[in-house]
């Protein structure tokens, strides 16, 4: 028995129509589209509503499903409901056990009280067997502390995508700018580095307690380079400099007012700053590449470490996770000099 659906059942009495059915399905090489649904329609008559528009929809087994449960279709009101109604079901097998011996020896209709709690158990067994197709647990719904502990526990949350992690370090323009595929690259490194290190013997992962959190710290760093990159490189106009070269060579030879040198002073702290600009995009370019080399450099031992198991194999992954602890400090500091300059 499964248990009933009332999003996708047929409407009561609807008959299913072969000619419309294949007036309907998509020709061959056509998009497949899907149809609107009516909307179901009250059923009425001599101005009597006899069912109305919500219930008409839905077929016997439906109907019969909501009349056991006295029209709860929320499955914690149904566990509740039917915990609830065990308990009076065992208080009455109490009563008309009494009243049935009561009953034999001095009143003879209470012979009959018995009925009554057999009817209970009857619905009783009919709402389990229900909560049992729906997928529940019976033990758990009439012995669970509360009524909320016997139903299933929530999914566990999808773990995240490498583009939600990669998301959460840098904003979306980011990634689709001329650096994500930097950043994407060292994600992807060190994805792989945490996997390698992860099939590590417990001793051999003892002897290299700075291999991840270094990694994880040189992710960050080459999120936060390709981010000041993106925000720098707009700033940056090599024609201008350009332009700004060679009219300061024009003033320099036309300078006869202190207007002219007050000009010709402003152009020149134009092209120092332009230039400084440059150099910085330079810097944060040749440390956003040797980051990349460097995780690069670090998984390639790892997996020769891996498949090898040799010394002078786990040698090289020591040395190069130093290389990358140092290069990320130099970043650190690169990074640090640049915030107190924009502080400023």
């Known amino acids: 028995m499964r248990p009933v659906r009332y999003a996708t059942s047929r409407p009561r009495g609807a008959r299913a129509d072969s000619r419309a059915d294949a007036s309907a399905s998509p020709r061959r090489g056509t998009p497949a589209v899907e149809a609107p649904r009516a909307l179901p329609m009250a059923v009425r008559a001599g101005g009597v509503e006899l069912v109305p528009a919500h219930l008409a929809a839905l077929t016997d087994e439906q109907r019969a499903d909501l009349?056991?449960?006295?029209?709860?279709?929320?499955?914690?009101?149904?566990?509740?409901?039917?915990?609830?109604?065990?308990?009076?079901?065992?208080?009455?097998?109490?009563?008309?056990?009494?009243?049935?011996?009561?009953?034999?020896?001095?009143?003879?209709?209470?012979?009959?009280?018995?009925?009554?709690?057999?009817?209970?158990?009857?619905?009783?067994?009919?709402?389990?067997?229900?909560?049992?197709?729906?997928?529940?647990?019976?033990?758990?719904?009439?012995?669970?502390?509360?009524?909320?502990?016997?139903?299933?526990?929530?999914?566990?949350?999808?773990?995240?995508?490498?583009?939600?992690?990669?998301?959460?370090?840098?904003?979306?323009?980011?990634?689709?700018?001329?650096?994500?595929?930097?950043?994407?690259?060292?994600?992807?490194?060190?994805?792989?580095?945490?996997?390698?290190?992860?099939?590590?013997?417990?001793?051999?992962?003892?002897?290299?307690?700075?291999?991840?959190?270094?990694?994880?710290?040189?992710?960050?760093?080459?999120?936060?380079?390709?981010?000041?990159?993106?925000?720098?490189?707009?700033?940056?106009?090599?024609?201008?400099?350009?332009?700004?070269?060679?009219?300061?060579?024009?003033?320099?030879?036309?300078?006869?007012?202190?207007?002219?040198e007050r000009r010709l002073s402003l152009l020149r702290r134009q092209r120092d700053t332009l230039r400084a600009l440059a150099d910085r995009r330079v810097a944060l370019l040749r440390q956003l590449d040797n980051a990349g080399l460097a995780l690069g450099s670090l998984r390639l031992d790892l997996v020769k470490l891996r498949s090898s198991g040799l010394q002078s194999a786990f040698t090289d992954v020591s040395s190069a996770t130093q290389e990358v602890r140092a290069l990320s400090r130099d970043i650190d500091v690169m990074l640090a000099a640049a915030n107190e300059v924009r502080n400023l």
Do not use: N
């Open 67 to 260: 009349r056991l449960w006295s029209g709860r279709v929320h499955l914690l009101e149904r566990v509740k409901l039917l915990r609830g109604y065990v308990w009076l079901a065992l208080g009455m097998t109490a009563l008309g056990v009494t009243g049935f011996v009561v009953g034999v020896e001095e009143v003879p209709p209470l012979v009959l009280s018995p009925i009554v709690p057999a009817y209970m158990w009857v619905k009783s067994w009919k709402r389990g067997r229900s909560l049992r197709t729906a997928g529940l647990k019976l033990r758990r719904v009439l012995f669970m502390p509360r009524a909320k502990q016997a139903l299933p526990p929530p999914p566990p949350p999808p773990p995240p995508t490498l583009q939600d992690q990669l998301e959460a370090l840098v904003p979306r323009e980011v990634l689709d700018g001329p650096h994500g595929a930097a950043i994407r690259r060292a994600a992807e490194d060190r994805a792989a580095i945490l996997d390698s290190a992860a099939g590590l013997k417990e001793a051999d992962r003892a002897l290299l307690p700075d291999l991840v959190p270094t990694v994880e710290s040189l992710l960050g760093q080459v999120a936060q380079l390709a981010f000041s990159l993106h925000r720098l490189e707009p700033s940056i106009d090599l024609r201008q400099a350009e332009e700004l070269d060679a009219r300061i060579a024009t003033m320099e030879r036309d300078v006869v007012s202190l207007e002219d």
